[in-house]
């Protein structure tokens, strides 16, 4: 992969997260009235997201989006990371490309200059760290096959791409697109399956993806469970072998599977005080395709995933607050 | 202070934060070229704004002002506040306005319909925990008589007014007329000092202010300094003696000192992890206001102030992430 101009291409829905801390009762209110799921990523229209602004708590702001997140990560590991996703031409827009670049991620997606504001999560943070996201698209929805460069997908190793870019229905086509150009100029193709509702609004399209297009894929056990339809973590080895080269399922406080062909490797997550779990899958990403892009073996990958993903649940919001190159066990620094 | 609807009406510039962790190098470099000065509040331009938000890392976004963070405070210990600043009617407005009655704080001054955006507050922060900040006043700087309802200063039984007001001259009108309504209404007014380099900029405005029209004073061991143009700690008490009713100087990891006429208190600082010191005696100002409008001995309301600046301190950000109230001791809550 040294050919590579960079070594991970991201794409998806550009967002600055609003993170709040909610308490369960609200949780429950919230899914009793409007159907909200607790501990996924809720779709909501403007109106929607007004309503629920006005009556959450006071709330930081973070630039996120998950494979933002990721490629944030990635910058900050020492990786030389891109990303394409659509802001809208205003202040959190401003922001959200201001953070993406001050991290190193080269950004240059045209901005939306009519039409709806910068997309906007509403992350509502439980005491037990758990977070329930609310998602106004915004200008996100606006990403078409025309953001995506033949010649910036062509000059990176790995193109990765989340799942719920498959919710805005012309970024789905931006998403194929990209894999089909990846793949035409030898590259990898990664997914993340992003969320298990998700996973359920889309399932055949998915199905179909992962069969023809990906590589690399990143999945949760609910996620994996939703893409299979089963109910059982130990059907899930069967069902997945060799549907793509490589699988890594993250599991929470359990750690991750590897699953590259016949071999299985299995990383421990790395302990620390859980504050907010959001980003969490988004950085055990951008760690495990860190290592994998600088051709490390692949649980010394995950267990940097483990590492990146430690990081950003200490603390609220989904992007680095420390240097995570530091943090590395000096081999893979 | 029973008859008061509010307990805490505060004034002063409203601000989104915007906060970065920074090197020494950085500080050190941005000294040399453009005298930003550490550990200080410098006030910039448009321009130089823009030129510095391009140079500094990642950030997170927070909405701060000093008065502001202090009324944030206050409402999260569970008192009853309100607020008076000005914002423009743009998306980080929006986010101020949202954050202040989100907390539970009475706000609603007009926003600027008409010209600069909503103000910032770029925020470095040292490894140290340290806070520099560059303050773009934006929409802050239009504050002025008309924003001062005599209706709501009366309300309110204390009014606290930030130094930093001093700075947008229309404000120190504002500043002003604040004082002489809650005078007349009966009721205390209370000014922090904000920031050595603010009173330097101030200094006779500053000892006329306090003279005629403060109550309470709040500063630290540089602003008091400042004030009094003297160097050496040991002279403070002769010179603030008499110079308004009651003064709370801080002293950082020293604690606090509160000087009631003879009555001298010293009150220790609530030890914790420090990530970040933005907010910090704001947080005190709003534990201590909240004890002393509750009734309570000057010394459990330095504790209070202890206790609120502690955690403001713990994390990124000068606004309260967990629920006062549930940190205060029993007798107080």
Known sequence: MTDAKYGLLTIG?????????ASEEFIQEQYQKHGMERASMNLINETRAKELYGQMGPAIE????????????????GGNGAYIGKVADDQLGEVFKHDMRAIGVHYDTTPLAVGPATGRCMV??????????????????????????????AACAVTYLEGYLFDPPQAKEAFVKASELAHKAGRKVALTLSDPFCVDRHRDDFLDLVDRHIDILFANEDEIKSLFSVSDWNDIPALVDKKCEMICLTRSEKGS???????IYEVPAKATNVVDTTGA??????????GYTQGLPLHEAGEIGSI????????MGPRPQADLKTLLPKKAA
Chains 1, 2 share one sequence.
């Open 124 to 153: 509502l943070v439980t005491p037990d760290g758990e977070r329930t996201m609310n998602t106004f698209l915004g200008a996100a929805v606006e990403l078409d096959p025309n953001d995506i460069d033949e010649e910036l997908v």
């Open 308 to 315: 990146a993903a430690s990081e950003v649940i200490s603390h």
């Open 281 to 290: 899958g988004d950085a055990y990403a951008a760690g495990f395709l860190y």
């Open 257 to 263: 599977v590897i699953m590259n062909g016949q071999d």
């Open 62 to 77: 973070s630039s996120g989006g998950s494979a933002g997140n990721t490629s944030a990560c990635y910058a900050s590991l």
């Open 13 to 21: 829905n550009a967002l600055v997260d609003v993170l709040a801390h």
